[in-house]
């Protein structure tokens, strides 16, 4: 009778899987080893961010399974899975909050991990593989706001595209890798669909399984004491002896601790996802659909900020140097000091440094939130000329407001506070510019205005610099007499450019 | 050791409440999205959507827009609704884009065919397209229309070339920039607002307005003056 009792059975099975695997012997070191007893509750971090990383894979899989990567069907397959798929919505909500909750995660473990110097001799390639970990997760949240194939993912690939653009040489190449093209389509985002589930997750699958080999192999710093230095001749011989004096087993002791965050977490999560619900998709490039003003997500908020306060000039150089330091930077920092004091308190600099970073990306990230950086993509086609700079003007000077909408300089100019913001409102540019001056800026671009020199032929362009020298306060309409006779050919010869007093009056 | 206990199995509790709770009330959560209120194709609002964000940047109503506001009942008198869908899908002239499939636009024929008769309804004041005149450009003779314009509407537009208290319509540069079908509209449904008659209306020497063939000669005569080629613009 007890030779087949249930328990006996299963204790046979393990036995046996166990001959022939070893799970378990390799499993038990890895939940017993011991941990630093004062190890408390600024070491759950890492944990919490590995959690979130658990559930982008399986959200990320069950969306996989919903989501049409095609031009065509992209957007509206998302509408399906909110509004039919039972359970959908839900779904894209926890994948998109616990994306955004595994950057911060992994930049408040960053964070710690700096402030208490853990990355300091063994454990310099913990810090380096976490790196690029982080760029990992970047890349993953940067591909994943575009699998929306909103307005949102047309303007960050629409930077994205500008940055690549800016590499010398081989700037058009490196284009046509990243959009599969010249311009954005459907091939680009077959493209970041196969980033976004196959190859970025991947790596990142790696490089976490790395990370943990990395972790079990130096084990888990100890809580830095001032005076306490790190000597990379002794260090390991001291780590294992108060180890084996002072540790506690990672299974239950630290564990518990790292449960009961990850659980706070989870619960967290799930009223975010609740509350507020899934991210997007935006308007769609639709007509028949309002269009959003196109914001990147908040891991990308504060390039977004930063973009909008550089200097015209020197953006090429900001855009393009900035992510390659800032990954060199990362990755030094073990590899500039990696031995002596880890307590923040003997670190002051370093701590310096740590809360400036901080407030820098608060504050971009704020700005980025309310910039207004980006062009309304619809005001061509929506904010009409208002009625004051079209009565009084001659019929050439109202086809130039046909040419002002047709190549959309209203999506980033206002009139009468209506339009873009990314260049200046031009309600007066009359009392600022001269025609030559109108024709160059057009022809020629500036900053970050393009050239339409190539785009408006001679007649565009001569009705739209005329119309333009008629956008000032003091314009006023000649009174009209029905019928009147008036003696009053003022125009000057049809080809040239009209001075702004001549272009006004008729 | 005991508070992390309580911990744990306080956050384990709340964990299966919120699950068990998000199941049940998973289509009553705030989260939720609204499913999206896309107006039917064809209705009044989906009609005003479109045309907000597509034509209404050009096409407005009064003395605002640049060109011809499709939001007064003038343009309605005589267009068809197959001249407009010619429109929407073709584009026409130099600045009125298409937005057919074949330029790559966003509109299928019956989006545009619902889109014309959609605007008809909201703005055309309930009259069908009148008979006493073409809603398209019709063929005429230049020579009489030069003499058309030179009695109706130079008085406004000042003999060719000059200009007048309304401007040039025989400027090159001008000419270059409106199609033939864009000078008809432009002289049939006039535009009120900016003091520009329509063709029936009153205007000097033709006290009753023009006759339709004397609209097709005056346009054929302002056509004869555009530049077939950007060349011929350089003085």
């Not at chain 2, 896309?38 to 003395?63: I, L, P």
């Amino acid at each position: 009778m007890n030779q087949t009792s249930p328990s006996r059975l299963i204790g046979a099975a393990v036995d046996w899987v166990e001959a022939r695997t070893g799970a378990i012997a390799f499993i038990a070191p890895l939940l017993t080893h011991h941990v630093p007893r004062n190890a408390k509750w600024w070491y759950v971090f890492g944990s919490a961010t590995l959690m979130f990383f658990t559930i982008q894979i399986v959200t990320g899989v069950c969306l996989a399974t919903l989501y049409a990567p095609s031009a065509a069907e992209a957007w509206e397959s998302l509408r399906y899975i909110d509004e039919q798929v039972p359970f959908g919505w839900m779904l894209r909500a926890l994948h998109g909050w616990s994306s955004n909750a595994m950057v911060v995660m992994m930049a408040i473990h960053m964070l710690q991990v700096f402030l208490h110097a853990s990355y300091k001799f063994p454990r310099e390639l913990n810090w380096v593989t976490g790196v690029f970990l982080l760029f990992t997760v970047l890349a993953l949240a940067f591909t994943g706001q575009v699998m929306r194939w909103d307005q949102d993912a047309y303007w960050g690939l629409g930077i994205g595209a500008s940055i690549a653009d800016r590499i010398p040489v081989f700037g058009n190449q490196v284009r046509g890798l990243l959009l599969g093209g010249p311009i954005i389509g459907g091939e680009t985002l077959s493209r970041f669909f196969a980033l976004h589930v196959f190859v970025l997750p991947g790596a990142a699958i790696g490089l976490v399984g790395l990370h943990l080999a990395l972790i079990m192999k130096n084990g888990i710093s100890e809580m830095p004491k001032p005076g306490e230095t790190v000597e990379p001749a002794t260090y390991r011989e001291r780590y294992e002896k108060r180890m084996e004096k002072d540790g506690v087993p990672f299974y239950p002791d630290a564990a518990q601790r790292d449960m009961v965050f990850c659980g706070a977490c989870l619960v967290l999560l799930v009223v975010l996802a609740a509350v507020y619900g899934p991210f997007g998709p935006g308007g769609q490039p639709d007509p028949t659909l309002i269009d959003t003003n196109p914001r990147p997500d908040y891991p990308f908020l504060w390039i977004f900020g930063a973009v909008s306060l550089l200097p015209p000039a020197s953006e090429t150089a900001v855009m393009l140097v900035a992510p390659l330091v800032g990954v060199l930077v990362l990755v030094a920092v073990p590899f500039l000091s990696n031995a002596g004091e880890r307590a923040p308190s003997r670190r002051p600099g370093m701590v310096l440094i740590a809360s400036l970073a901080v407030m820098a990306i608060a504050a971009l990230t704020w700005e980025g939130k309310t910039s207004p950086w980006s062009p309304v993509m619809d005001g061509w086609s929506a904010l009409p000329t208002p009625g004051h700079f079209i009565d009084g003007r001659t019929p050439l000077q109202v086809q130039g407001a046909n040419v002002f909408q047709f190549a959309q300089c209203r999506n980033c100019h206002s009139l009468d506070g209506l339009g873009g913001e990314r260049g200046p409102a031009l309600d007066a540019i009359a009392t600022r510019m001269t025609p030559d001056q109108l024709m160059r800026q057009i022809q020629q671009g500036d900053g970050n205005m393009p050239a339409f020199g190539r785009n408006l032929d001679s007649a565009q362009m001569t009705a739209l610099v005329s119309f333009l020298t008629t956008l000032r306060p003091d314009f006023e309409a000649p009174a009209m007499i029905p019928g009147a006779q008036l003696p009053l050919p003022v125009r000057s010869m049809p080809g040239e450019v009209t001075t702004p007093v001549a272009a006004g009056t008729r | 050791m005991s508070v992390l206990r309580v911990g744990f199995i306080v956050c384990a509790v709340v964990m299966c409440g919120a699950s068990v709770l998000s199941t049940a009330a998973c289509d009553r959560l705030p989260g939720r999205p609204a499913v999206e209120a896309v107006a039917a194709e064809g209705t009044a609002e989906w009609t005003t959507q479109v045309f907000n964000t597509s034509c209404r940047g050009c096409h407005a109503q009064g003395k605002e827009g640049s060109a011809v506001p499709l939001m007064d009942s003038e343009y309605w008198r005589a267009a068809t609704d197959a001249q407009v869908v010619r429109a929407v899908l073709e584009g026409q002239g130099v600045l009125m884009p298409a937005f057919g499939p074949a330029a790559g636009g966003p509109f299928t024929p019956s989006q545009a065919n619902a889109l014309a008769s959609g605007m008809r309804a909201l703005w055309g004041g309930g009259l069908k397209p009148s008979t006493a005149i073409s809603g398209t450009v019709q063929a005429g003779s230049a020579d009489r229309g030069k003499s058309v314009f030179e009695t109706a509407c130079a008085s406004c537009h000042g003999s060719a070339g000059s200009g007048g208290s309304a401007g040039s319509v025989t400027d090159p540069m001008y000419l270059r920039l409106i199609s033939d079908q864009g000078l008809w509209t432009a002289v049939v449904a006039g535009r009120a607002a900016l003091g520009s008659p329509a063709w029936n209306m009153p205007m000097p020497n033709r006290p009753s307005g023009l006759a339709s063939a004397e609209v097709a000669d005056v346009v054929a005569y302002l056509s004869s003056l555009r530049p077939r080629s950007a060349s011929e613009l350089k003085p």
